[in-house]
Structure formats: structure tokens, C-alpha cells
């Protein structure tokens, strides 16, 4: 493959904000976002190849489920983009929920394990 893909990812809790060199290792061009609102305004602009999103409950949401629904609602006609999602244990169930609504390519619990994270994205390059 000529040209790089590229990795959005989306750091709200600093799950994942260390696998910054990992992504690059595999030859991804990444780039990086504190919110999901900016997040989705940058996939608007220029849809990544992936986005690497924490995922974290809060049972006082009102509508939501989970951080991640504007951000998932935005890219599931883009099947070309790839979701990942970094997740605490504790919160399976309620990231079941929102897989029941919405795609999402790949889930790896935290702490992340460098070797299922890099078997996951080189299986998407």
C-alpha cells in the first residue's frame, strides 16, 4: 500500500494516549483529538482510515448511554472507516448497549495490550 492510513484518535480519559508510537510504527498517520465534538468535526472534514476512541460510562447521562454516541452515529454510513474503542471492564455491559445501535469494528479493554492492539490495526492496513 503506497499511501498511509490514517488514525484519529480521540483522548478524552488517556487511555490510549501512549500508543501514539505504536500507530506510527504500523504506518499510520495520526492525528489527535481532547473532544468528541472536535473529533467529529475533523471526520466531517477528512474521515480517517481509523478512529481510536476511550469509551466510558456515566449512569447520570440523560440520553446517552456512553461518550462515544454522536461520535459513532456520525461515521456508521462510513463503512471505510474503522471504530475502535478502549474500555474498562467494568463497563462491558453498557458498551454491549451501544453495539446493540451502532458499529463498532473493534473493543479492547484497558489496560491495552500493545499485541492485541498492533494484531487488530495491522489486520485493517
Not at 53 to 58: K, L, R, W
Not at 64 to 86: P, W
Amino acid at each position: 500500500m503506497s499511501e498511509r492510513k490514517t488514525l484519529l484518535a480521540v483522548v478524552e480519559f488517556l487511555a490510549h494516549s501512549g500508543l501514539r508510537s505504536l500507530y506510527a510504527r504500523l504506518g499510520y498517520e495520526v492525528s489527535c483529538e481532547f473532544t468528541v465534538r472536535k473529533a467529529i468535526a475533523r471526520v466531517r472534514k477528512s474521515p480517517p482510515g481509523v478512529i481510536a476512541a476511550d469509551f466510558y460510562f456515566q449512569p447520570d447521562f440523560r440520553d446517552r448511554v456512553s461518550n462515544l454516541e454522536s461520535l459513532l452515529a456520525s461515521v456508521q454510513s462510513q463503512n471505510d472507516v474503522k471504530v475502535l474503542v478502549f474500555y474498562d471492564p467494568a463497563h462491558q455491559a453498557a458498551l454491549d448497549k451501544v453495539r446493540q445501535r451502532f458499529r463498532i469494528d473493534a473493543a479492547l479493554p484497558t489496560p491495552v495490550k500493545e499485541a492485541d492492539l498492533e494484531a487488530v490495526l495491522k489486520a485493517w492496513l
